[in-house]
């Protein structure tokens, strides 16, 4: 009987373990654009796919799951992804629905609301449209380089001091009333540090709350990019389980859910919003598959993986 009763338990205590690392979503992202306007050095977005914009539709049939399910507590919402957010035509209306759902997302455990934007259609009317809303807590800029000749080489398409205008001209109008911070990749062989940066990029990082500097990566590594990596890398993290594809799904224009915010591409869609609700996508076979396949250390099995360094805390 004791046997019997230890077996129950066993079996009791693995389902559970199973569903609780299978339901460990600690944030969401929607991606309001597919579309981006740059076409950076690092960056593996396929600029050849159609530009698709979420509908408003689209939008509150997410949010109206996740408000409504027992099974998701995140702890963030972030308003990007491959594009570029501000491209949407209806920015304000999509902001609207979140400020909307906002006190009932705080309920879930959604403690931060953030946008991520390269700064270069920050426009007045922009700025007005974001802070009026009142649905974020949180905007950062992506600001790479540390010079404005490294800003250039990397962020194709953009210019540094239109750029440097815009995120000044949204500071003065916020007057902090939601959090600021730039998001920085620093060229390889230079330190993450701001003593040798130039004197315009030390005095934008110090305008922000705050900043982060980070080497560049390979997204899903699915493209060369010529990004270095350390010899050791893939051996240190070969028992460990990738963060973003345990704690993180991405709403993409469409509808598409896919399980990684550095799938760029669409490449691991597990479901779609339109005819499929967020509790069913979180606990797909597709997903479990592939939690299952890093857990038992297969995850060159993955397509999406295989090819990435991954994501390890």
């Known amino acids: 009987m004791n046997f019997l009763l230890k077996k129950i338990h066993e079996i009791f205590a693995k ?7 299978f339901r460990e979503i600690r944030w969401v992202n929607f991606e309001f654009s597919s579309r981006c306007n740059l076409k950076c050095k690092w960056c ?61 997302l ?23 449209e974001i802070l009026e809303s009142g649905a974020l807590d949180e905007i950062r800029f992506s600001v790479d380089g540390g010079t404005i000749q490294d800003f250039q080489e990397i962020r194709r398409g953009a210019d540094f001091f239109q750029v440097q205008n815009n995120i000044v ?46 080497y560049p990566h390979r997204w899903d590594g699915s493209a060369e990019l010529n990004v ?3 010899k050791n890398y893939w051996e240190a993290k070969e028992n460990q389980t990738c963060k973003f594809l345990l704690h993180n799904l991405v709403v993409l224009p469409n509808g598409d859910v ?21 509790n069913r996508i979180l606990f797909s076979k597709q997903r479990k598959t592939m939690i299952k396949k890093f857990l038992s250390g297969k995850r060159f099995q993955i397509d999406l993986c295989k090819g990435c360094t991954g994501y390890y805390e």
Request: charged share 25%; proline share 4%; net charge positive.
């Open 106 to 128: 705080k309920v879930k455990g959604v403690r931060v609301i953030s946008l991520l934007t390269n700064a270069t259609l920050l426009c007045e009317q922009k700025t007005r």
């Open 15 to 21: 389902y559970n373990h199973e569903k609780n690392i």
């Open 44 to 104: 593996t977005l396929d600029h050849t796919k159609p530009a698709q914009f979420m509908e408003q539709k689209i939008l509150e049939k997410a949010l109206t799951d996740l408000v409504e399910s027992s099974y998701f507590c995140m702890e963030r919402i972030d308003l990007h992804n491959a594009g570029e957010t501000l491209l949407h035509p209806e920015l304000r209306k999509m902001l609207d629905i979140f400020k909307e759902k906002k006190e009932k």
């Open 228 to 230: 270095p990596l350390d």
């Open 258 to 278: 896919t399980v990684c915010c550095a799938d760029l591409n669409s490449r691991g869609v597990i479901g779609n919003v339109r005819t499929t609700g967020m």
């Open 169 to 214: 001209n949204f500071l003065a109008l916020n007057h902090d009333q939601i959090k600021s911070g730039i998001i920085c990749i620093v060229p390889p062989g230079r330190p993450l540090t701001t003593e040798w940066m130039g004197e315009e990029f030390k005095k934008l990082l110090g305008s922000v709350n705050h900043f982060e500097l980070r």
